[in-house]
């Protein structure tokens, strides 16, 4: 009985030195893989950003606007994302707020002269009306290699006038945004 006693402890002892370790060490030794991206990485310069619309003497549902603005920088996207330069309208509003011109007044054409020979397929915005949500004034294709471009765009805007109460007023912020998804 003794002998046994001893044989039992001593597999026991065996099974212990043999087979505990190796499991505590598989559960120390995994190897966990994280892919980690940056989707955009970017600068983006607006210039001349002031937009003027004078409708004084134009009844039009494109009354063109005097300015422009230019858009400069630079952009680098993980592969296989669209990349896309945006404008987000804000409501323009007389000093008293009793008049309003909605952003979707406005149409915006853009003119892309960007640079760079890794992109995908361009698309530029052609009358596009604008609106409190992001209308793509630029987009380029998603490329498997990621688009790396150094920006310059041009934006111009023109207004439908007959949604226009006479009236003068504030400026108001439009946003440009640049994005990669």
Known sequence: MF???????????????????????????????????????????????TVTCDVTSSLSVTSPCTSSAAISGSVRSSRNTITSLTVTGA????????????????????VDASTGTQHGALTVANASALSTSAVACASWA?????????????????????LVPADTYTAANWTVTLTAS
């Open 142 to 162: 998603a490329n498997a290699q990621g688009n790396i471009l150094s920006l310059s765009d041009t934006l111009a805007f023109t207004m439908n006038s007959f």
């Open 3 to 49: 002998n046994r006693l001893l044989t039992t402890a001593a597999s026991a002892a065996i099974i212990a030195a043999f087979i505990i370790p190796n499991a505590a060490q598989a559960a120390t030794t995994g190897t966990i893989t994280a892919n980690i991206t940056a989707p955009v990485l970017a600068t983006i310069t607006v210039s001349s950003g």
């Open 91 to 110: 409501a323009i509003s007389n000093a008293s707020a009793t008049n309003t011109i909605a952003p979707s007044a406005f149409a915006m054409s853009c």
